[in-house]
């Protein structure tokens, strides 16, 4: 593909106007916790940058992350943007396949060797290379391969990230995320199940515009947009303070928009920018259409001990082995209590009676 | 391990081993205890003792005398905030409520949770006090020893860590409430073989008192 049209001219050809891009531009800042006067400096970089090379890999994956990129709504200037990188590979959007595919993603790696960027979305299986592979390539070789080449990696999507749906218990693949294999690149992860669209795009314009990988959490997420706690910005906060829970997602509660805590809801241990950035162009999130939020973002999620169940029950059964420690409690005082029984008996037996008169025969 | 997988370790495996130590340990004790039996009663009851046990299980609530309340007022009182406390802490969070509901099946209603918060930080304020007390004291600090302040750590930390946690205060949320949850668990571990043991030995203990007193006629 030609990467000769810088994103401003790609942009202008799609009919978005200057004022538009300043505004998107001026958004973006905002939306990635930067300066206002860091603005002038994202348009000037985005007006002369040129179209950088994307390589697209899917490993054990259900599409939803690019599902949510392509499909999520009208096409914005986020979208394009995303139109205006030459995306060179990607199995579900390219129009080639079988050995021209891979003749693409060979060509765009030489061509671009240590500047391309990599975007991975899916986990890989370590356990036997044959569960996932592509034009017999195992997702593995393939990553390792096309990773020696890439200025930087994106894990999109929570498989990528944490290895995701794959990794549940009891992981049957082994599935590994990106990060447990690749050590020497440098990866941002971008988590969700799947992720806010303008989130993977806000973390392209982020390196496209500064060439820098932004600022990352503990888990390698963007703090711009990973920064904030589903709960704490809750518009349902309110409730769960008073102490007013849906028990039921068809109570009175729930129909009164109550806090979901009780059926389940991980917005306490979710970071992510559902809550402020919605979905559906800013229409809702999940917890505002009445169903707690499922900790997508975070490691382990489908591990979190069942969607509905609150944060604060365990995740394992506990009563069972409570019952039979009690019992082997019972068991083990009962013997140390014969035992005792047995000792005062015996001191008792021991026991010599003894009078002043005796004392009298000492003295 | 990421916070999550500390979260899950708490939340699973950590939670069965606290809480089959802490099943075995209570009922351990409390065979222990019964069986060591008391002497046959060889003199005529004067009175029962029934009644005067439920009267003593009730009465010792108050201080003894006004020279005992005089001597010791800040404990009395800095105890019973710290106990009430601890009790709506414990028992009226609506979260812990539904520990107890997926435990045991009972659940009941909690209360706003800037009330509990209100009891969670007058609790901590409670026992930092008694501690500075026991610390300043000459003839408390003579007295009290390592496992004074042991059982004074194992109950101060969930308090500390849970109020950290709610707060949303000096680590991200997953960690503090990981942290928590094994807090309870250490608690949890060492309450049976402890002083903390009296939270359930107490009630039984004053009905022996009182009863023992009753059959001898006293009047309770």
Same mark, same amino acid.
């Given at each position: 593909?030609?990467?000769?049209?810088?994103?401003?001219?790609?942009?202008?050809?799609?009919?978005?106007?200057?004022?538009?891009?300043?505004?998107?531009?001026?958004?973006?800042?905002?939306?990635?916790?930067?300066?206002?006067?860091?603005?002038?400096?994202?348009?000037?970089?985005?007006?002369?940058?040129?179209?950088?090379?994307?390589?697209?890999?899917?490993?054990?994956?259900?599409?939803?992350?690019?599902?949510?990129?392509?499909?999520?709504?009208?096409?914005?200037?986020?979208?394009?943007?995303?139109?205006?990188?030459?995306?060179?590979?990607?199995?579900?959007?390219?129009?080639?396949?079988?050995?021209?595919?891979?003749?693409?993603?060979?060509?765009?790696?030489?061509?671009?060797?240590?500047?391309?960027?990599?975007?991975?979305?899916?986990?890989?299986?370590?356990?036997?290379?044959?569960?996932?592979?592509?034009?017999?390539?195992?997702?593995?070789?393939?990553?390792?391969?096309?990773?020696?080449?890439?200025?930087?990696?994106?894990?999109?999507?929570?498989?990528?990230?944490?290895?995701?749906?794959?990794?549940?218990?009891?992981?049957?693949?082994?599935?590994? @995320?990106?990060? %447990?294999?690749?050590?020497?690149?440098?990866?941002?992860?971008?988590?969700?199940?799947?992720?806010?669209?303008?989130?993977?795009?806000?973390?392209?314009?982020?390196?496209?515009?500064?060439?820098?990988?932004?600022?990352?959490?503990? !888990?390698?997420?963007?703090?711009?947009?990973?920064?904030?706690?589903?709960?704490?910005?809750?518009?349902?906060?309110?409730?769960?303070?008073? $102490?007013?829970?849906?028990?039921?997602?068809?109570?009175?509660?729930?129909?009164?928009?109550?806090?979901?805590?009780?059926?389940?809801?991980?917005?306490?241990?979710?970071?992510?920018?559902?809550?402020?950035?919605?979905?559906?162009?800013?229409? @809702?999130?999940?917890?505002? @259409?009445?169903? $707690?939020?499922?900790?997508?973002?975070?490691?382990?999620?489908?591990?979190?001990?069942?969607?509905?169940?609150? !944060?604060?029950?365990?995740?394992? %059964?506990?009563?069972?082995?409570?019952?039979?420690?009690?019992?082997?409690?019972?068991?083990?005082?009962?013997?140390?209590?014969?035992?005792?029984?047995?000792?005062?008996?015996?001191?008792?037996?021991?026991?010599?009676?003894?009078?002043?008169?005796?004392?009298?025969? %000492?003295? | 391990?990421?916070?999550?997988?500390?979260?899950?370790?708490?939340?699973?495996?950590?939670?069965?081993?606290?809480?089959?130590?802490?099943?075995?340990?209570?009922?351990?004790?409390?065979?222990?205890?019964?069986?060591?039996?008391? /002497?046959?009663?060889?003199?005529?009851?004067?009175?029962?003792?029934?009644?005067?046990?439920?009267?003593?299980?009730?009465?010792?609530?108050?201080?003894?005398?006004?020279?005992?309340?005089?001597?010791?007022?800040?404990?009395?009182?800095?105890?019973?905030?710290?106990?009430?406390?601890? #009790?709506?802490?414990?028992?009226?969070?609506?979260?812990?409520?539904?520990?107890?509901?997926?435990?045991?099946?009972?659940?009941?209603?909690?209360?706003?949770?800037?009330?509990?918060?209100?009891?969670?930080?007058?609790?901590?304020?409670? =026992?930092?006090?008694?501690?500075?007390?026991?610390?300043?004291?000459?003839?408390?600090?003579? =007295?009290?020893?390592?496992?004074?302040?042991?059982?004074?750590?194992?109950?101060?930390?969930?308090?500390?860590?849970?109020?950290?946690?709610?707060?949303?205060?000096?680590?991200?949320?997953?960690?503090?409430?990981?942290?928590?949850?094994?807090?309870?668990?250490?608690?949890?571990?060492?309450?049976?073989?402890? /002083?903390?043991?009296?939270?359930?030995?107490? #009630?039984?203990?004053?009905?022996?008192?009182?009863?023992?007193?009753?059959? /001898?006629?006293?009047?309770?």
């Amino acid at each position: 593909m030609a990467n000769d049209k810088s994103l401003i001219e790609i942009l202008k050809s799609r009919g978005v106007s200057r004022r538009a891009f300043l505004k998107f531009c001026t958004t973006t800042a905002s939306m990635m916790a930067l300066p206002p006067s860091m603005v002038p400096a994202i348009a000037s970089a985005m007006e002369n940058a040129r179209r950088p090379s994307v390589i697209w890999l899917s490993f054990q994956e259900c599409t939803g992350c690019t599902e949510s990129l392509t499909r999520s709504h009208t096409p914005t200037v986020e979208g394009l943007i995303f139109d205006a990188i030459s995306l060179d590979y990607h199995h579900t959007l390219q129009a080639a396949s079988g050995d021209a595919a891979e003749h693409a993603r060979e060509e765009a790696m030489k061509e671009n060797y240590g500047s391309y960027l990599l975007v991975v979305d899916g986990s890989i299986p370590l356990d036997n290379p044959g569960y996932s592979t592509i034009a017999g390539i195992s997702n593995l070789d393939m990553l390792k391969e096309t990773a020696k080449g890439a200025a930087a990696i994106i894990s999109v999507g929570s498989c990528a990230a944490f290895g995701g749906l794959p990794h549940a218990n009891p992981n049957p693949t082994g599935a590994a @995320s990106v990060a %447990d294999i690749i050590k020497d690149k440098p990866i941002i992860n971008v988590p969700g199940c799947p992720p806010i669209p303008v989130v993977i795009t806000g973390v392209f314009l982020h390196y496209l515009t500064l060439g820098t990988i932004p600022e990352l959490d503990g !888990l390698g997420r963007p703090k711009a947009f990973y920064g904030q706690n589903i709960h704490d910005r809750c518009y349902r906060r309110p409730f769960y303070e008073r $102490g007013q829970f849906a028990e039921t997602f068809d109570d009175e509660g729930a129909r009164a928009g109550w806090c979901l805590y009780k059926l389940g809801c991980k917005g306490p241990i979710t970071y992510n920018a559902c809550a402020t950035m919605k979905w559906n162009q800013g229409t @809702s999130f999940p917890i505002e @259409s009445g169903h $707690g939020c499922l900790g997508c973002s975070e490691p382990r999620f489908w591990d979190m001990g069942g969607f509905y169940t609150a !944060l604060s029950e365990p995740t394992l %059964d506990v009563t069972r082995a409570v019952g039979v420690a009690a019992a082997v409690g019972a068991g083990a005082g009962l013997a140390v209590g014969a035992v005792n029984q047995i000792k005062k008996k015996r001191a008792q037996s021991n026991h010599e009676t003894v009078s002043v008169d005796d004392y009298k025969e %000492d003295a | 391990m990421t916070s999550a997988e500390f979260l899950l370790w708490v939340r699973g495996p950590g939670l069965q081993i606290a809480a089959v130590i802490f099943a075995f340990g209570i009922i351990l004790r409390f065979f222990e205890i019964y069986m060591m039996g008391r /002497k046959k009663n060889l003199s005529a009851k004067r009175a029962g003792g029934t009644a005067a046990g439920f009267r003593t299980v009730a009465t010792r609530f108050l201080p003894a005398d006004s020279e005992t309340m005089r001597r010791s007022m800040f404990t009395v009182v800095a105890g019973y905030i710290f106990h009430i406390g601890l #009790f709506v802490t414990l028992f009226l969070f609506v979260p812990h409520i539904e520990l107890f509901g997926a435990l045991t099946g009972l659940t009941w209603p909690g209360l706003p949770m800037p009330v509990v918060d209100f009891f969670t930080v007058i609790s901590m304020i409670a =026992l930092l006090g008694l501690m500075w007390q026991r610390l300043t004291k000459p003839v408390l600090r003579m =007295l009290s020893t390592g496992h004074d302040h042991l059982v004074w750590t194992l109950t101060f930390l969930p308090l500390l860590t849970g109020y950290l946690a709610y707060h949303h205060l000096f680590l991200p949320y997953t960690w503090m409430l990981a942290i928590h949850i094994l807090s309870v668990e250490l608690l949890m571990i060492l309450f049976p073989f402890t /002083k903390l043991m009296h939270a359930f030995t107490l #009630f039984v203990s004053r009905w022996y008192t009182g009863s023992m007193a009753g059959e /001898k006629g006293v009047k309770v």
